[in-house]
């Protein structure tokens, strides 16, 4: 940038630079450098591939100028300004610049290719439960609904955030920024898509205590037309409350990320760690609850579609309730997957909770490196879960398994009477 704009190179890398600079953005640095610019070598000549022109250069000819920054001069900052700065001095910058990247390589090794295969069949799985969840027969159950919803929410966590994350790992910068308004609209998203996705988890194991209540006004509350009208309103309601979210996201160097305001990052970190930890209280209880319900009332069935409960009063009545086989088999696929959802999700919760802790602490640059990987790892794991819905729900039900078999000939007979 002209009219007085300095930027300093202060460290080259095998195909960007970074440079430490002035005026460019006020927010403080999240390392020890404002930005890292994207360089290559054309005819002989290395092109700086920045959004400003360069309008000059300066070089210090004379090495008596300037000197290393070493401890003591450090020292004599902190005595100054009362903090501690944002540098380090050079051998200690040099090991932790290894052990960075390190960590960088290994991260990318191992999100490029794992993401791939986690997006693939996570598209392709979350198609086949929509078509299965949207069959007839399905389609009359509330929890089913709740199913279909967090199938679609899962293809738009990994189309917006996976797919997209492969892509800046293949070009090797974020395309986020390259314009403000997709930075903050794939933050939003990909935020709200996690919220839903979560949301509609709890939803589900709600559903299936309320079906196995023996109160008759809470099993009356499961029907399809409350489903639809809880998840429209659902999804209305959060969209509102996490409109502050994109508001705050910025592009700072060569990436999207929230904005370093005490106050926003305070409410972002607060809701981060209460929609990654609530679900689990929520999920655990009602799973309990229905776990209670079902074993103090045993299932016998009656004929070879409906299945029914026996509870025992105190005069010892016998009291039926009855239950379709897919109400059965909808228990188990929220079982199944409240508790594949707590085993792959533990670490960012985790994460979200260490996050909130050391919001305030100053940390070097092996805390930062490390933090991000961790952060990479957690994510990588929330996308795993987004992808194994159907191929879960397909080895623990033996009804989903029947109505996937009656889907695809479905589609086949379709498909051979189409082209005849």
């Known amino acids: 940038m002209p009219f ?11 195909d960007s630079i970074r440079v430490a600079e002035q005026n460019f953005h006020a ?8 930005r890292q610019i994207p360089y290559i070598m054309k005819n002989g000549s290395y092109y700086i591939m920045d959004n400003y022109n360069i309008y000059g250069w300066m070089s210090v000819e004379d090495s008596n100028q300037t000197y290393p920054l070493n401890q003591s001069t450090i020292d004599k900052i902190l005595r100054k300004n009362i903090s501690f700065p944002d540098f380090i001095c050079s051998k200690k910058l040099e090991n932790m610049s290894q052990l960075a990247n390190k960590l960088l390589e290994l991260s990318i090794l191992i999100s490029k290719f794992y993401l791939i295969l986690i997006y693939l069949i996570g598209l392709l799985g979350n198609i086949c439960n929509i078509i299965v ?46 314009e403000i308004g997709f930075c903050k609209f794939r933050a939003y998203i990909v935020i709200i898509g996690y919220i839903l996705s979560r949301y509609f988890l709890c939803l589900i194991s709600i559903d299936r205590w309320m079906i196995t209540s023996k109160n008759v006004f809470i099993r009356r509350q499961c029907t399809r037309k409350k489903a639809q009208l809880v998840i429209i309103i659902s999804i209305i309601f959060w969209f509102l409350i996490e409109i502050f979210i994109p508001i705050g996201f910025n592009i700072q160097g060569n990436n999207c990320v929230p904005s370093t305001d005490p106050f926003y990052l305070f409410m972002y970190r607060i809701i981060d760690l209460l ?69 792959l ?30 952060n990479i790892i957690a994510t990588n794991l929330a996308y ?20 996937c078999s009656l889907t695809f000939r479905y589609i086949q007979r379709r498909f051979i009477i189409r082209f005849q």
Not at 4 to 14: A, E, F, K, P, R
Not at 390 to 401: A, D, G, M
Request: glycine share 4%.
């Open 345 to 374: 999700n533990i670490p960012g919760a985790l994460f979200s909770l260490y996050m909130f802790i050391t919001r305030t602490n100053i940390k070097t640059i092996d805390h930062l490196t490390i933090d991000s990987f961790l």
């Open 4 to 14: 007085g704009h300095v930027s300093v190179i202060v460290d080259v890398l095998n």
């Open 275 to 343: 929609c990654t930890l609530f679900p689990f209280f929520i999920l655990i209880i009602f799973s309990f609850l229905t776990l209670h319900n079902i074993l103090k009332r045993r299932i016998i069935p009656i004929d070879g579609h409906t299945l029914a409960t026996i509870s025992v009063s105190g005069n010892n009545n016998r009291h039926y309730r009855t239950y379709t086989n897919k109400d059965y088999h909808l228990i188990r696929l929220c079982f199944s997957q409240v508790i594949v959802f707590i085993i």
């Open 27 to 34: 927010y403080y640095w999240s390392s020890n450098y404002s």
């Open 133 to 178: 969840f949207c069959r007839d027969s399905m389609r009359l159950n509330s929890c089913s609904w709740y199913f279909l919803t967090i199938s679609i929410f899962n293809i738009i966590i990994l189309t917006v955030g996976c797919l997209f994350r492969i892509i800046n790992y293949f070009l090797g910068y974020d395309i986020s920024i390259i």
């Open 384 to 403: 795993t879960h987004c992808a194994l819905t159907f191929y879960l729900y397909t080895l623990t039900s033996k009804e989903f398994r029947k109505q």
